[in-house]
């Protein structure tokens, strides 16, 4: 199994929906453009995690539209601290997020909002590291488990730190709630209306980061920061601009 994508490992492959959708113009569509690389990240440890299985079902649709997904599993991962930049856990999420052209974020709603797990990989990817922008011009496409009923408190929130970190939120969002009635024995989404949303959160995603992408340089070129090179000869870090 390739690194990054365990949602390829499937508990019963004749259970697998994903592979029976209707997706043959958007993955044609997908083939005349170069490789969309999405970067995955969920919001729970806990060991039977429904935002890690919904995380899985997205990232197995954007895997057969072509493509190449990789899901970060946040295990491990240390508490935002100033003395653990040099962490592997830590390295790791940031070079994902260079490689990534799209997100996918994935979080539980907890006390009516975002977990700590999902917002300590956040806060693990700064605005700069030195010139590079390591979220700026990135697609992103946002989703949310309920234990309860469904809320929007989750991506609500999730929207708010996309537009902080530069990124275009895609309009569609999908709430998944009592998350547990949700997903069979196999871990894989029964069919629903909110399955079928799931769909088309996963393709809107897909359709916004082809179109995007060649535009990136353009759409992200601001001058404030023209005006930063000019004066110091490159874009500055955080930690120099707090000096």
């Known amino acids: 199994m390739l690194p990054y994508k365990p949602y390829r490992i499937l508990k019963n492959a004749a259970n697998d929906w994903v592979a029976k959708l209707n997706l043959s113009a ?19 440890l806990r060991e039977c995690s429904y935002s890690r299985l919904l995380a899985f079902e997205i ?10 997904v990789r899901v970060f599993d946040p295990t491990g991962l240390p508490v935002k601290d100033d003395v653990s ?13 260079q490689w990534s052209h799209a997100h996918v974020w994935v979080s539980p709603e907890q006390h009516g909002n975002i977990t700590a797990v ?23 496409a946002i989703a949310q488990v309920c234990g309860g009923s469904q809320s929007f408190n989750a991506v609500n929130s999730l929207r708010i730190l996309g537009r902080w970190m530069r990124m275009f939120t895609i309009q569609n969002q999908s709430s998944v709630p009592k998350a547990w009635t949700e997903f069979d024995d196999d871990h894989r989404m029964k069919p629903s209306d909110l399955r079928q949303r799931v769909v088309d959160v996963a393709e809107e ?15 992200t070129d601001r ?4 005006e930063e090179k000019l004066a110091n000869g490159r874009l500055l870090s955080q930690a120099e601009k707090l000096k």
């Open 26 to 44: 958007l993955q044609e569509y997908g083939k005349k453009h170069e490789t969309v690389n999405v970067l995955v990240l969920y919001g729970s």
């Open 59 to 68: 990232s197995r649709i954007l895997d057969r539209l072509g493509a190449d």
């Open 85 to 97: 930049e040099k962490h592997p856990k830590v390295q790791e999420l940031r070079e994902l997020s």
């Open 118 to 140: 999902f917002k300590n990989q956040i806060d693990w990817i700064p605005l700069a590291l030195g010139s590079v922008r390591p979220t700026q011009g990135r697609t992103l």
């Open 205 to 219: 995603l897909f359709k916004f980061s082809i179109i995007l992408r060649p535009h990136m340089e353009f759409l």
């Open 223 to 226: 001058h404030s920061e023209r």
